[in-house]
């Protein structure tokens, strides 16, 4: 007993120690650091023990009390600042807290490519989850710009290629896809970009009049926002209330290069169901300047270029509807048999036909870590290293 209250009276009037964090007990914390004396031979400091602490709540399925010690970590802090960014960003994902998580990513990944300082496996990791969490809330435009990155430094794995390459061509609306965002909602806290996700999952379930309320509940909270706007028009695009839609996008400011990917195909819809496909034109080619694989905006071309009497790209579109419908058929084959080099060649193959230069040569950058030695992939590695000079465009790293 005594010595129990000699312990306490240490720790009470030891002025560096400060409140330990919600949901664990002193005598944890105590434990923590005994734990850590025996392995390491010398007396453990705080930030030692709330280290070693997290790592003992998440072994005994406490993730929500693991946090609290992750976040009672400052970034600063030498030995375990960055680190617990990273683990405090995990743990939040696995408890579907996707906005908390998004921010400890965002400030571990900031940090650590201005100035790295520990494993760089842990950056690779952070990048991945945020792309999860990017890919679930539909947020395509900053997923996008993410694997850009990742391609140019070769950390890609075969999804991401697939996903940097062919963003829209991918099915998001799964169920895998579905039962995270549901997730993501349920735990909260109450975000735009999760509800209008959600909003968007619905209309693509055909639950379109649920998709209405939320997103008529988001607008209210958020009327100037772009995205939201565009969730809604498309929304409203889906019941036919197209005369609201047109309404809607009359009121939003002129066509800007800050414009979502789908407002600018809403744009470019609109404008061609008013005869106006120069406008049209502009919106379409502004989707393809950043996803020259959109679909749907090659369409919009179709429409627009006929409109205005402009063969020649009218032909362009209409091949490249034909060449990415082929693509997409063929994209299901890498999930299916991502071992066979074939998988990626025949879509390498397509991209040189249809001028998709860059995404030929990822493509064929992963037949070749693949099959390096086979004669077919060593032909298409040299036709797009080639083809990458000629259109002056900067090489990959690696084959």
Same mark, same amino acid.
């Given at each position: 007993?005594?010595?129990?209250?000699?312990?306490?009276?240490?720790?009470?009037?030891?002025?560096?120690?400060?409140?330990?964090?919600?949901?664990?007990?002193?005598?944890?914390?105590?434990?923590?650091?005994?734990?850590?004396?025996?392995?390491?031979?010398?007396?453990?400091?705080?930030?030692?023990?709330?280290?070693?602490?997290?790592?003992?709540?998440?072994?005994?399925?406490?993730?929500?009390?693991?946090?609290?010690?992750?976040?009672?970590?400052?970034?600063?802090?030498?030995?375990?600042?960055?680190?617990?960014?990273?683990?405090?960003?995990?743990?939040?994902?696995?408890?579907?807290?996707?906005?908390?998580?998004?921010?400890?990513?965002?400030?571990?990944?900031?940090?650590?490519?201005?100035?790295?300082?520990?494993?760089?496996?842990?950056?690779?990791?952070?990048?991945?989850?945020?792309?999860?969490?990017?890919?679930?809330?539909?947020?395509?435009?900053?997923?996008?710009? #993410? /694997? &850009? +990155?990742?391609?140019?430094?070769?950390?890609?794995?075969?999804?991401?290629? $697939? @996903? =940097?390459?062919?963003?829209? !061509?991918?099915?998001?609306?799964?169920?895998?896809?579905?039962?995270?965002?549901?997730?993501?909602?349920?735990?909260?806290?109450?975000?735009?970009?999760?509800?209008?996700?959600?909003?968007?999952?619905?209309?693509?379930?055909?639950?379109?009049?649920?998709?209405?309320?939320?997103?008529?509940?988001?607008?209210?909270?958020?009327?100037?926002?772009?995205?939201?706007?565009?969730?809604?028009?498309?929304?409203?695009?889906?019941?036919?209330?197209?005369?609201?839609?047109?309404?809607?996008?009359?009121?939003?400011?002129?066509?800007?290069?800050?414009?979502?990917?789908?407002?600018? #195909? /809403? &744009? +470019?819809?609109?404008?061609?169901?008013?005869?106006?496909?120069?406008?049209? $034109? @502009? =919106?379409?080619?502004?989707? !393809?300047?950043?996803?020259?694989?959109?679909?749907?905006?090659?369409?919009?071309?179709?429409?627009?270029?006929?409109?205005?009497?402009?063969?020649?790209?009218?032909?362009?579109?209409?091949?490249?509807?034909?060449?990415?419908?082929?693509?997409?058929?063929?994209?299901?084959?890498?999930?299916?048999?991502?071992?066979?080099?074939?998988?990626?060649?025949?879509?390498?193959?397509?991209?040189?036909?249809?001028?998709?230069?860059?995404?030929?040569?990822?493509?064929?950058?992963?037949?070749?870590?693949?099959?390096?030695?086979?004669?077919?992939?060593?032909?298409?590695?040299?036709?797009?290293?080639?083809?990458?000079?000629?259109?002056?465009?900067?090489?990959?790293?690696?084959?």
């Amino acid at each position: 007993m005594s010595a129990c209250l000699a312990t306490m009276r240490k720790w009470r009037t030891n002025p560096q120690n400060e409140q330990l964090p919600s949901g664990v007990s002193f005598r944890e914390f105590e434990l923590a650091r005994e734990a850590f004396q025996l392995k390491y031979g010398h007396a453990a400091d705080r930030f030692d023990a709330l280290s070693w602490l997290a790592e003992w709540l998440l072994a005994r399925q406490r993730p929500a009390d693991a946090v609290a010690c992750f976040e009672a970590i400052p970034t600063p802090q030498v030995k375990y600042g960055r680190l617990a960014r990273h683990q405090q960003g995990r743990t939040l994902l696995e408890l579907h807290r996707a906005v908390e998580a998004e921010q400890q990513f965002r400030e571990f990944i900031a940090l650590e490519q201005a100035s790295p300082s520990i494993n760089p496996e842990y950056l690779i990791d952070a990048r991945q989850r945020l792309r999860h969490i990017l890919e679930v809330e539909l947020r395509f435009e900053e997923r996008h710009q #993410l /694997l &850009r +990155g990742v391609i140019e430094r070769n950390e890609d794995d075969a999804f991401e290629s $697939m @996903a =940097a390459c062919f963003p829209s !061509l991918l099915r998001w609306n799964g169920p895998a896809a579905i039962h995270w965002i549901e997730e993501f909602r349920a735990a909260g806290p109450r975000n735009s970009w999760v509800e209008v996700a959600y909003g968007r999952y619905q209309i693509r379930q055909g639950k379109l009049q649920e998709a209405h309320s939320i997103l008529e509940s988001v607008i209210r909270e958020h009327p100037k926002d772009l995205w939201v706007s565009a969730a809604l028009i498309d929304c409203l695009r889906e019941q036919g209330e197209l005369d609201k839609a047109r309404l809607l996008i009359e009121r939003l400011p002129p066509r800007s290069s800050n414009d979502p990917w789908l407002l600018l #195909l /809403l &744009r +470019g819809w609109f404008a061609n169901q008013s005869g106006n496909p120069t406008d049209a $034109m @502009a =919106a379409f080619e502004q989707v !393809l300047q950043q996803d020259q694989t959109a679909t749907e905006a090659w369409q919009g071309l179709v429409s627009a270029t006929r409109l205005m009497g402009n063969a020649p790209r009218r032909i362009k579109a209409l091949e490249m509807v034909s060449a990415l419908g082929r693509i997409q058929d063929r994209l299901g084959r890498i999930t299916r048999d991502s071992a066979n080099p074939d998988s990626f060649l025949d879509i390498a193959d397509l991209c040189a036909e249809c001028d998709l230069i860059r995404e030929g040569a990822v493509m064929a950058r992963w037949a070749w870590r693949i099959a390096p030695d086979d004669d077919r992939v060593r032909r298409s590695v040299t036709l797009f290293r080639e083809r990458l000079v000629v259109e002056q465009q900067p090489p990959l790293l690696g084959p």
